[in-house]
């Protein structure tokens, strides 16, 4: 069974389940190093207990006093993340059952589990027209839940205004962290990149996961229908066979646009299809966390 495959995943309607089942499988097809804690010095040992972890079991100490001690760590967060993550009505689209906002629910959510697993703190922000709900970073095990409760109670719905959202963020976040956007970044892109890039000057590092659903990638409709905007209550009446070429071209000089200036920026930006096995995404933080600092 493929943990990453969206059929499996939506099979699962415990978020906590598809959550753990999506950074465990990430986990065991990568190096260890990529996937430990960044911030954790040797303190003390203690004898072991029932339940311990072998792999903590300092054998060296066993040869020496035929006893079972367990090596302890002192732990400190090095890295403070805000997950941002769209909840406007046109996250509402799936052609397959799986919804832009259902692979991003998902994604904050296993990114969550992953953060908190390497001992870094994690918040959610939840925004439309405005910030719907705002969850500081913590970085305690117990966190995890008041984030999935959260991600699980929602549908998507409404307008965006993500970049006044991201501006206003940008002001009120007193310390410099991680911002990770999630979003189909539907919205005016001038607004979203002055948003994005005053996060950057205020000293945040940013991850963009841009996601679209397939067929808003490649347009495939044929017959004349009805197109529904799916945030405010506009219909229009259309010939796709007439109108293919203009989108696509307006699509790939807003996603040009994305990735040309984040680029200038040095924000991190991906585009990701709804169709994308879940693991691209986390992988693609990993990559992005083996190469963080701590300033």
Not at 56 to 73: L, N, P, Q, S, T
């Amino acid at each position: 069974m493929n943990p990453f495959d969206q059929r499996v995943l939506t099979q699962m309607k415990n978020l906590y389940l598809r959550a753990r089942s999506v950074v465990d499988g990430v986990m065991v097809g990568i190096h260890p190093s990529q996937a430990k804690g960044f911030s954790s010095e040797f303190e003390g040992h203690r004898e072991y207990a029932p339940g311990d972890e072998v792999q903590h079991v300092d054998w060296k100490a066993y040869g020496k006093f035929d006893r079972y001690f367990i090596k302890e760590y002192q732990e400190t967060t090095h890295l403070r993340a805000h997950i941002l993550l769209d909840m406007s009505g046109s996250m509402g689209y799936a052609s397959d059952g799986w919804s832009k906002f259902d692979y991003g629910a998902t994604l904050a959510a296993s990114l969550s589990y992953l953060l908190l697993k390497q001992q870094d703190a994690v918040g959610l922000i939840l925004f439309s027209r405005k910030i719907e709900r705002n969850i500081a970073p913590k970085a305690t095990p117990g966190h995890l839940f008041a984030i999935l409760k959260e991600l699980e109670g929602r549908k998507p719905g409404g307008e965006t205004s993500g970049g006044e959202v991201l501006q206003e963020l940008a002001g009120s976040l007193k310390r410099r962290g991680l911002i990770i956007l999630i979003s189909d970044l539907l919205d005016d892109p001038e607004k979203v990149l002055r948003g994005l890039k005053q996060m950057r000057s205020r000293g945040s590092d940013v991850l963009v996961f841009h996601l679209l659903d397939r067929e808003e990638l490649e347009f495939p409709f044929e017959q004349p229908a009805v197109f529904q905007d799916l945030e405010e209550d506009l219909r229009l009446p259309n010939d796709p066979q007439v109108i293919r070429s203009a989108y696509l071209q307006t699509l790939r000089s807003l996603m040009e646009a994305y990735q040309k200036t984040c680029a200038s920026y040095l924000i991190d930006y991906n585009l990701f299809p709804t169709s994308y096995g879940l693991d691209k995404a986390l992988t693609r933080y990993l990559t992005w966390r083996k190469s963080f600092k701590p300033r």
